[in-house]
């Protein structure tokens, strides 16, 4: 049973910061990748951000390069969404996903498993 349970949505006026948090158990991850998705209102679930769980590197979306980052706490098996300099269109449901793929090592963007999303509101 993976469980995956996301904190840290909410509200913030545009510019603002938020950081998203996802505590992750009960998976085994094939690609050892965890990561964040994004649902906007009328859009497909779209890959965000991912990192490799053995240093292998992170990928982002080019849409949020230079302003989000992830970052993986190993000792409590929790991974994060820095968020900054957040625009209206980043408005979303987030979802932490295990067993991802990016485009870092070829392919696109995937997720095998997922949390139940926080949402993401920013007002202009």
């Known amino acids: 049973q993976v469980d995956l349970v996301e904190s840290g949505g909410g509200s913030v006026q545009a510019g603002g910061s938020l950081r998203l948090s996802c505590v992750a158990s009960?998976?085994?991850?094939?690609?050892?990748?965890l990561g964040w998705f994004r649902q906007r209102p009328g859009k497909e679930r779209e890959g965000v951000a991912g990192i490799y769980t053995g240093g292998g590197g992170t990928a982002y979306a080019d849409s949020v390069k230079g302003r989000f980052f992830i970052s993986l706490d190993n000792a409590k098996n929790t991974v994060f969404l820095q968020m900054n300099s957040l625009k209206p269109e980043d408005t979303a449901m987030y979802y932490c996903?295990?067993?991802?793929?990016?485009?870092?090592?070829?392919?696109?963007?995937?997720?095998?498993?997922w949390g139940l999303g926080t949402q993401v509101t920013v007002s202009s």
């Open positions: 996903a295990a067993d991802c793929a990016t485009p870092l090592y070829g392919g696109t963007w995937y997720g095998g498993y």
């Open positions: 009960g998976y085994r991850s094939s690609t050892n990748c």
